[in-house]
């Protein structure tokens, strides 16, 4: 269990459950902490955790911040600086990275470096730099918990079974708020956002509503699990209920359930390999008595396909179809293109891309940056 901890992105969806974790079961002590440029809130985290350091990603908003907490022993820190002053912090041995997006890749990896064990929710990370990332993980002697539900479900499937070939990962998917519709050509942002089970950041939300959220995690279970990516099965699970499984050569399958609470995993990443009480609600079968299982509809949702087209080609394309994905899901959250516009441009920034095979960190950035601006120039049809 650790005790000491950074955390990436503390006002966001993951950060805040985060610290709601820390409340309900005492014991852990928060030294670093982040944001982007929801300083309200921050400072209201600041004065209640006292951290050390501290970092605001955005400058004007770090300044506004250093005046209103001057009263506070804490050292304010902004950029990309910052963020890695966090995520190295001496203090913390084990860093929560909740950020959105690539810009949790780099300091992740100085955390790696850093010798400090990753608690991980940043999708991101893993998409554009698996490989690299999880050598370095070796490299430092350091652990990566997962915090995603479904990642941590498969972890907790895995524990007790060292030395047991896997025959296959069921990833499973709640199939986002447009699982039943026919025509999806005329959803709007807000329908989008209306997630029928979790309560998450409007991106993921958003993710979870094209399926590409978990073409993300196909890729990121890939790198964290060391399995072929034929290994793994998509199953759409509309209840939520079992957050993942494993099945063994020998037939079995072991599954984690719950209700759908992302404190659990997160918990669960804080106090490995030890199970802590908390006052979180628990599962009743009674009521939780129809569980259901669906192919996930790809021609309907092609966002899915585009993540295995990624991972199947390699290099810096996954790296590319993430780039590509974060831009074309803010565009359609500005209403500047349509939920199908969305699966469109990640194609042709995709289709546009030359692939570098024999790459480093330098290279997946470079290719990121590429399919940032490539998205960004494109008209969709």
């Known amino acids: 269990m650790t005790e000491n901890i950074a955390i990436l992105g503390s006002t966001g969806s993951i950060g805040t459950q985060t610290l709601e974790v820390i409340r309900d079961i005492g014991g852990i002590k928060v030294w670093a902490m982040s944001t982007n440029t929801r300083i309200d809130l921050f400072e ?7 951290p050390d350091i501290v970092c605001v990603m955005d400058g004007e908003k770090a300044e506004e911040f250093r005046k209103n907490v001057a009263d506070l022993p804490v050292k304010v820190y902004t ?22 997006g690539n810009i949790g890749l ?15 929710a940043n999708k991101e990370t893993l998409v554009t730099s698996g490989e690299l990332v999880m050598r370095l993980i070796k490299d430092n002697g350091v652990k990566m918990y997962p915090v995603d539900s479904e990642h941590s479900a498969i972890f907790q499937s895995l524990q007790g079974n060292e030395g047991n070939k896997i025959a296959k990962i069921f990833l499973t998917a709640s199939g ?11 959803v709007t942002v807000d329908d989008a956002l ?12 958003i993710d979870s509503a094209t399926l590409m959220n978990k073409g993300l995690e196909v890729i990121e279970a890939k790198w964290l699990f060391n399995v072929e990516l034929e290994q793994i099965q998509v199953l759409v699970h509309p209840q939520s209920v079992v957050h993942s499984m494993v099945g063994y050569e020998d037939g079995a399958v072991i599954a984690q359930l719950g209700e759908p609470d992302m404190r659990v995993p997160i918990q669960y990443a804080l106090t490995y390999p030890k199970r802590v009480k908390n006052s979180f609600p628990k599962i009743d079968f009674f009521e939780r008595n129809d569980l259901t299982f669906e192919r996930p509809h790809a021609d309907r949702f092609p966002c899915l396909g585009l993540a295995y087209k990624a991972i199947r080609t390699g290099g810096t394309m996954p790296a590319v179809l993430n780039a590509a994905n974060e831009v074309a899901v803010a565009k359609f959250i500005d209403k500047k293109i349509g939920f199908l516009d969305i699966p469109r441009l990640i ?35």
Do not use: C
Not at 44 to 50: G, S, T
Not at 106 to 120: F, G, Q, R, S
Not at 176 to 186: E, L, Q
């Open 44 to 50: 209201e985290q600041v004065r209640e955790f006292r």
């Open 79 to 100: 950029g990309m600086e910052g963020l890695i002053a966090v995520a190295t912090y001496s203090k913390a041995d084990t860093v929560v990275n909740s950020v959105v």
């Open 106 to 120: 780099v300091p992740t990896t100085e955390a790696i470096k850093a010798k400090k064990n990753i608690a991980l």
């Open 176 to 186: 986002g708020p447009f699982r039943t519709y026919k025509d999806v050509s005329k």
């Open 194 to 205: 209306r997630h029928p089970n979790w309560d998450m950041g409007k991106k993921i939300t």
């Open 347 to 381: 194609e042709k920034t995709m289709e546009a891309y030359t692939v570098k095979y024999n790459y480093n960190l330098e290279d997946v950035l470079n290719a990121d940056k590429w399919a940032r601006e490539y998205a960004e120039s494109i008209e969709v049809d």
